[in-house]
């Protein structure tokens, strides 16, 4: 897995998780913990396999630091990113096509 994340395009996401920045999400038989933030015009994932634990403390504790510092570092790191970004993939899904963006190329023979 790369360890800078996927950026995702806002504009081609229906249910973003808005709000949501510390979180388990179940894939059949595997539980993965995502970090999720919106770096405008972005939308930027760190995935980790690991068992489901009670994130909802760590959720709110991110939340907040974002509304304390207004997200400007969010969008800074979006623009940023928008300058730095040389790799996609396209995910083809039963409702269309998304390209994944990466800072670095992915490690296609990475464990997870």
Not at 2 to 27: A, C, E, R, T
Not at 31 to 39: E, K, V, W
Not at 61 to 85: D, E, H, S, W
Not at 86 to 97: A, D
Request: charged share 20%; glycine share 8%; proline share 4%.
């Amino acid at each position: 897995m790369n360890l800078l994340g996927p950026h995702i395009l806002l504009s081609s996401v229906k249910d973003s998780q808005f709000g949501m920045s510390n979180f388990n999400w179940k894939v059949g038989k595997s539980n993965y913990q995502i970090l999720r933030t919106g770096c405008f015009p972005y939308i930027k994932y760190h995935c980790s396999r690991k068992e489901a634990e009670d994130l909802d403390a760590s959720d709110r504790f991110m939340r907040i630091i974002k509304v304390v510092n207004l997200g400007i570092p969010c969008l800074l790191y979006g623009l940023a990113a928008t300058q730095l970004i040389r790799h996609s993939e396209v995910v083809y899904t039963s409702k269309g096509t998304v390209t994944i963006y990466f800072l670095l190329p992915e490690h296609k023979g990475s464990f997870y």
